[in-house]
């Protein structure tokens, strides 16, 4: 017989004589003619296996001792031709670097087998091997492959700690059984098929400042903030996360803070009250992180009030994780705790946040119009906007550019409430000669003769008076600038002034007992929303 080639047919006979009817009585012969079954091609004249690595588990750096590793995977594909009844797991183990310290069959023992179908159930579980032999660790099994399935094999040991790091070990598998319809002897791939190779490695765990963890900001009280994302890599073995501790490195923080959690994603891993201590200490905890992968905690810190009788206006709020001081880990693999051990290293420190009793957003909004005119001409529109109370302002900044063709002037500058139509009073100052003809760049500042206070939101525009001979493409572009890069302690209106002189925005947020313009609660816009905002330009 020719494998592809050859082929069977049956069929049934011409009868004869051989059916009777029931009614007429009287015999005939069925069939009247030969019938022909379907015809069977030879695909092969004796069944095989295939066996192969697992493409799916790689070769493993493993931290020593370890318990259940799994030191070698294996796919078993079946025959296309018949099933075959499995008998015989057959492991030799061997060295792959030669040394004084080699890591060989001494330091393997338990050695187990699963056997899973293709949904993963598991289908063959012998009896472990207690004593591990450089070859011929045969295991005894009783499992039909049947035709074109597949089955993966899996291998798993207690590894020993007498290997020098570096050092090598894999196994390898044969595999043997009986074709269930042809008898033919089954010898998987006619050989060894190497496993997995696994290096004895030292295991550590990392905590870092994760991409995630966010930037400086302002924030408002009685909210909850995140502070920090902290992030936990865990190099060859896995760590099981018991203790740690939360340091708040900044003044104030424990008089506007009134408890630290921890989060695992969404979900809630401990809340900490916070005390008039600047450690928030997580006892008893159980976060895990796999082998080879990173974990992401994020530190959270639940605001309280700002204010009169309560937390103080601009304090500082930053939160760190030391791993080798303020992190004590379970080793999966070792079941050792870490806290005295150099495994752990690294860590996590959140960019400050600085608490108010409120807060200001600015937005721009559209212009009633984008042509470049003569005369009065909305030239900015903008709201201010008040997050978590009340807010107040006084000074404003305005950068203006202007390519005005011929003779032109800038004049007659004025601040609106939009929302009651109303002017606000107040003092403009042209800066930079930028309102007197062909001067290009300079600025407008504001400062109004009352405190403009702010619960929710409000609308302003500024407005002035627009001279010259225009020509095509003439524009004219206002304006908040951002030129401060650190925040200064809440100080009295007219300090800020001075002191930051650069300031686009002079707020409060009114936290201060008997506010006024004197009180020690007003800032210079760094860090505020939007700022510095986009230019608005009107053009000719």
């Known amino acids: 017989i020719t494998a592809g080639t050859d082929t069977l047919t049956a069929a049934l006979a011409v009868g004869s004589s051989n059916a009777v009817r029931q009614d007429s009585l009287g015999s005939f012969n069925a069939p009247a003619t030969a019938v022909s079954a379907n015809t069977l091609t030879v695909a092969s004249t004796s069944a095989s296996v295939s066996l192969t690595k697992d493409s799916t588990y790689a070769n ?42 080699d890591f060989n069959e001494s330091d393997l023992t338990n050695l ?47 590894l020993g700690s007498t ?53 400086t900001a302002i924030v408002y009280d009685n909210q909850l903030v995140t502070t920090l994302a902290a992030k936990f890599d865990a190099v060859t073995a896995g760590y099981n996360l018991t203790d740690l501790t939360v340091t708040l490195g900044a003044a104030n923080a424990a008089t506007v803070i009134q408890s630290v959690q921890l989060y695992d994603g969404a979900t809630l891993v ?36 700002i ?65 470049l005119g003569t005369g009065t001409q909305t030239v900015s529109k903008f709201t201010i906007a008040s997050n978590g109370g009340t807010i107040g302002w006084k000074y404003l900044a305005f950068t203006i550019a202007k390519n005005i063709s011929g003779t032109d002037t800038l004049a007659s500058a004025t601040v609106w409430d939009v929302d009651t139509n109303t002017q606000i009073a107040g003092t403009p100052t042209f800066t930079g000669s930028v309102e007197a003809d062909s001067d290009t760049a300079g600025g407008l500042t504001f400062v109004a003769d009352d405190e403009q206070q702010i619960n929710g939101s409000k609308t302003y525009l500024v407005k002035m008076t627009v001279a010259g ?19 200064d302690a809440p100080d009295a209106y007219a300090d800020v002034l001075t002191d930051d002189a650069t300031a686009t925005f002079i707020w409060t947020d009114q936290a201060v007992v008997s506010h006024s313009a004197t009180t020690d609660d007003w800032n210079h816009g760094y860090l505020v929303k939007n700022l510095p905002t986009d230019t608005q330009t009107l053009t000719y």
């Open 270 to 305: 401990k809340s900490i009250p916070m005390t008039t201590t600047t450690t928030a200490v997580f006892n008893g905890i159980s976060v895990n992180v796999p082998a080879n992968t990173n974990k992401v905690l994020t530190v959270k810190v639940q605001l309280g009030s």
């Open 307 to 371: 204010g009169v009788g309560a937390g103080t206006t601009g304090s500082t709020i930053t939160t760190s994780i030391a791993s080798a001081s303020h992190a004590v880990y379970t080793n999966t693999s070792t079941g050792v705790s870490t806290s005295s051990s150099t495994e752990e290293a690294g860590t996590a420190t959140g960019s400050s946040m600085y608490a108010y009793a409120a807060t200001p957003t600015i937005t721009n909004v559209a212009l009633p119009t984008t042509t």
């Open 469 to 487: 001979t225009l020509a095509s493409g003439d524009n004219l572009s206002v304006s908040i600038a951002q030129p401060l890069t650190a925040v």
């Open 163 to 215: 290997v020098t790091t570096a050092e090598k070990v894999k196994t390898d598998l044969t595999v043997t059984g009986t074709a269930l319809v042809s008898g033919t002897a089954i010898d998987a791939s006619s050989g060894n098929i190497d496993g997995q190779t696994l290096t004895a490695a030292t295991a550590s765990i990392t905590v870092s400042k994760d991409a995630s963890s966010p930037v």
């Open 112 to 158: 187990t087998v699963l056997v899973k179908n293709s949904s993963g159930a598991v289908i063959a579980n012998p009896s472990p091997i207690a004593t591990v032999s450089a070859a011929d660790n045969n295991f005894s099994v009783n499992f039909t492959l049947a035709k074109n399935a597949n089955v993966k094999i899996e291998v798993y040991a207690n």
């Open 60 to 101: 493993q750096s493993v931290a020593l001792p370890a318990t259940g590793f799994k030191v070698g995977s294996w796919n078993l594909n079946g025959s296309s031709t018949e099933d075959i009844l499995v008998t015989t797991l057959s492991f030799d183990v061997d060295e792959v670097t030669v040394s004084a310290d």
